[in-house]
């Protein structure tokens, strides 16, 4: 048998989950101690040889709904559970190595606790650590990373119609849109604001270390309804360049992306270089316009009997 078990800050998401896999979701309390300290109490209490769906996503919040699903995982594990872990919008994802030494690799450290917790399965979604869709090894806990880009192209066909071109902002969105034929992608050039040459080219002392960056258009980019997708939009920095780079190139601008955090008014600013801006419910925000929740429980309801 099988059980879904919401994170506090995952309750509607679960709760479709619940309805479309038709696994029962339990009641889970949580509360904070007047110093902070987190409660929680789940319902029955005794998971034996059950699969327990953890749905938890991590923002915002990351550091209190980490220790909230480690605690949870902890529970289902003592009671002889198997937590199963689904994880909407993973945090810590750009922590993916230790860049100097002496850094956290922040993300290992998650996993490690992950897999002493009993972790049966993890699956996420549009993961920043792993871009490539399918299955992969999460620091011994197996994992599966689903990407949300059908149900983003289904809805910008239902908005802006059948005509339009999969834009990635950067190079770095390759791995993201890898399942979109056509998709063109962005480049950034960095030029040297003392001697004008491109960064890897600038042979002058820019003390600074400051290159100005020019987003390059592609030509056959011009006069057309481009969608713009990315896994992630936090500051909105990468997102806004590119959509004023296309604006200036008379396309009519469409924004997509798995996450989005929209940090400070990110989301506002973006509302003046494009027409639409949609979000899935992976982290919950005004623009949060479709669901991953049919792609989750299609996952979910794999290998169960
Ligand atoms: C980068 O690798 C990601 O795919 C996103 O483009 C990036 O995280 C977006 O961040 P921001 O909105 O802060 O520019």
């Given at each position: ?21 038709k696994?029962r979701?339990?009641e ?59 994880i ?32 049966k ?10 871009r ?59 030029r040297?604001?003392?001697c ?14 400051e ?9 056959k980019l ?23 780079a296309?604006?200036s190139?008379?396309n ?8 989005g ?31 991953v ?13």
């Open positions: 048998m099988a059980l879904v078990v919401p994170g506090s800050n995952s309750m509607d998401i679960s709760r479709k989950i619940s309805g479309i896999s696994i979701m339990i889970k309390t949580v509360r904070r101690f007047p110093d902070g300290e987190t409660y929680i109490r789940m319902e029955g209490g005794d998971f034996k040889d059950e699969d327990v769906f953890v749905i938890h996503s991590l923002y915002p919040e990351q550091n209190d709904n980490l220790f909230e699903l480690f605690l949870t995982m902890d529970i289902i594990k003592e009671s002889g559970g198997k937590p199963c872990l689904v909407p919008y993973f945090a810590y994802g750009r922590q993916d190595r230790a860049f100097q030494t002496g850094e956290a690799f922040s993300l290992k450290t998650i996993g490690k606790v992950m897999l002493s917790l009993g972790a399965k993890l699956i996420t979604v549009d993961a920043h650590f792993h490539k869709k399918g299955d992969f090894d999460f620091f011994g806990v197996p994992a599966r990373n689903i990407s949300a880009v059908t149900v983003q192209t289904e809805h910008a066909k239902e908005t802006i119609g059948e005509e339009f071109t999969v834009v990635g902002p950067d190079e770095g969105s390759r791995d993201f849109l890898s399942g979109i034929e056509g998709a063109v992608f962005l480049k950034k050039e960095k040297c604001p003392v004008g040459m491109e960064a890897t080219e600038c042979r002058c002392k820019n003390p600074e270390k290159y100005a960056v020019k987003t390059d258009v592609p030509e011009e006069g057309r309804n481009v969608l713009l997708l990315d896994d992630i939009i936090g500051t909105g920095s990468t997102i806004i360049e590119a959509a004023k296309l604006r190139k008379n009519r601008v469409f924004v997509g992306c798995t996450h955090l929209f940090l400070g008014d990110s989301l506002k600013s973006l509302g003046r270089h494009a027409e639409y801006v949609f979000s899935t419910d992976t982290v919950k925000s005004e623009a949060t316009k479709i669901s929740a049919g792609m989750l429980s299609v996952e979910m309801k794999k290998g169960l009997g």
